[in-house]
């Protein structure tokens, strides 16, 4: 077995594996570091030559053979992608048999999730065999039970004592195995998730999570320009930010995680000097900044119920939600008055059920009035330190109203970690930019 040292678990996303030049950067990284001993790649992301994701294009391509369509110049398209990279790198190395297997598999009807996860797959084969560290397939030791949830217990059971022994391994994201063999990927974005769990197996000193940003900033840096970095952020911080759409980390991989008590270092692959982001359990700092960060989502409905004298009517709540548990309906916010409750909804799990879903709702409950809204988009605005900052609310809602944007819903969580507000979609944009210029004045929290 390999001395019990320090241990890093290196994950590198998909814009960080794109090209040839950008393995050149993530193998730079991992081999000036003997302590990064673990490696996760995600599969080749954007690049400049190709604008598209090798896993969209696998995704594409068994639509294509599920159709019985013409899948081969896609899948000829993909294989193109991996051969840049391994020419680019100046590697004797093939895929041939790789990819001839997987073109069997398509013609035999194979399942997505097989070939969706060919992608990190074959990216950890060109990975592995470049820096010299031993592949260890993640449909070895990532396992998922027959309610196609993942089986924490058994994968760190199997992943510790397998990679252990292991002075170093790749391990390609974003899939495991169910009881019967079949791959099962996680959801997108899924490679973190994948690193979260080899950084518990190996009980890693620091998961390093790799991407295009120098760490997680105040903002989407699509929306808000040269937004802050965050240098430190509690994991409840940053699970309510990534649920909310800061896409910088996948939500799920902060339980492995935390439950070890392991501090997730989000880094850029293009500029690895900088420190980037310290993800910990708590911090250190004694006076946390005002807010942390601010996210926000689109493609939300409200489902807005009034009645009068609901307050007193014993089971109104009750009802209401039976009807959107009957229909399999998870909701994101339940904001009520006196005579009025709404619960807010993704669009996308009610579309083509709206008539059912009132008319059930109807019935159960005889609201006076009843309606659905569509296009609502959800803004976080999330801080530890609010709870220490009398007036933040209101701060936030001036902020928006001064831009003339019409905020139609507010939820402040109970741990005042939070505050939710609903606008518009096409305010969306707007409403982000006016909160954070109320927060950050040139770079500087106020
Ligand atoms: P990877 O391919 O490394 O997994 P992702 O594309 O999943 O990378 O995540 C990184 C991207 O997340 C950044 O390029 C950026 O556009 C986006 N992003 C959204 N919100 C934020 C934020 N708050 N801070 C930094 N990046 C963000
Ligand atoms: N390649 C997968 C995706 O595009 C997983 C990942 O990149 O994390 O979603
Ligand atoms: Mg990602």
């Not at 969209?56 to 391509?61: A, G, K, N, S, V």
């Not at 159709?67 to 993909?78: G, Q, V």
């Not at 197996?201 to 937004?227: H, K, Q």
Request: charged share 25%; proline share 4%.
């Amino acid at each position: 077995m390999a001395d019990r040292s320090f241990i890093k678990v290196v994950k590198f996303g998909g814009s960080s594996l794109a090209d040839a030049e950008h393995f050149k950067k993530a193998a730079d990284i991992i081999l000036s570091d003997p302590t990064r001993r673990y490696v996760v790649p995600s599969a080749p992301g954007k690049c400049a030559a190709d604008n598209r994701k090798v896993t969209d294009m696998l995704i594409r391509c068994c639509g294509l053979a599920a159709d019985r369509a013409d899948y081969k110049p896609l899948l000829a398209d993909i294989k193109a992608r991996y051969d840049a990279i391994i020419n680019g790198l100046g590697m004797d190395y093939s895929l041939d048999a790789e990819f001839e297997k997987i073109d069997a598999e398509l013609r035999r009807g194979a399942a997505l999730d097989y070939v969706a996860s060919r992608g990190e797959y074959l990216n950890g084969l060109v990975l592995a065999h470049y820096i010299g560290y031993e592949f260890v397939d993640a449909s070895e030791i990532i396992f998922f039970g027959p309610d196609k949830q993942f089986d924490a217990d058994r994968t760190n059971l199997f992943a510790s004592e397998r990679l252990l022994e292991l002075k170093n391994a790749v391990v390609p994201g974003f899939y495991g195995a169910l009881p019967c063999g079949d791959i099962k990927t996680f959801s997108r974005g899924g490679s973190d998730v994948t690193g979260a769990i080899v950084a518990r197996a190996v009980m890693a000193d620091i998961y390093e999570n790799w991407t295009d940003v120098s760490g997680f900033l105040m903002c989407d840096p699509r929306i808000v320009e040269n937004p802050r970095p965050i240098h430190k952020i509690t994991y409840r911080e940053l699970r309510e930010l990534s649920y909310m759409g800061a896409t910088v980390l996948h939500e799920d991989s902060i339980f492995p995680v935390k439950l070890a008590g392991i501090p997730i270092n989000i880094r850029n692959t293009n500029d690895p000097s900088d420190p980037g982001t310290m993800i910990v359990s708590e911090s250190e700092e004694s006076a946390p900044d005002i807010i942390t960060g601010i996210a926000g989502k689109k493609g939300f409905s409200v489902v807005h119920l009034e009645k009068d004298m609901m307050n007193v009517e014993v089971g109104f709540g009750m009802k209401v939600l039976q009807a959107f548990y009957d229909m399999n309906i998870c909701f994101e916010h339940l904001p009520s008055g006196i005579d009025t409750m709404s619960v807010i909804v993704e669009t996308s799990l009610i579309k083509d059920r709206e008539g059912f879903l009132l008319s059930k709702l109807s019935r159960m409950v005889t609201p006076d009035h009843i309606s659905i809204t569509q296009d609502l988009a959800l803004i976080a605005v999330v801080g530890r330190g609010m709870v220490n900052y009398p007036g933040t609310a209101s701060r936030v809602f001036s902020a928006i109203a001064r831009e003339g944007i019409n905020i139609r819903m507010i939820d402040q969580g109970s741990s005042e970690l939070n505050i939710i507000i609903g606008v518009a979609e096409r305010d969306f944009e707007a409403a982000i930019r006016a909160v954070y210029n109320e927060f950050c004045k040139n770079g500087k929290l106020s």
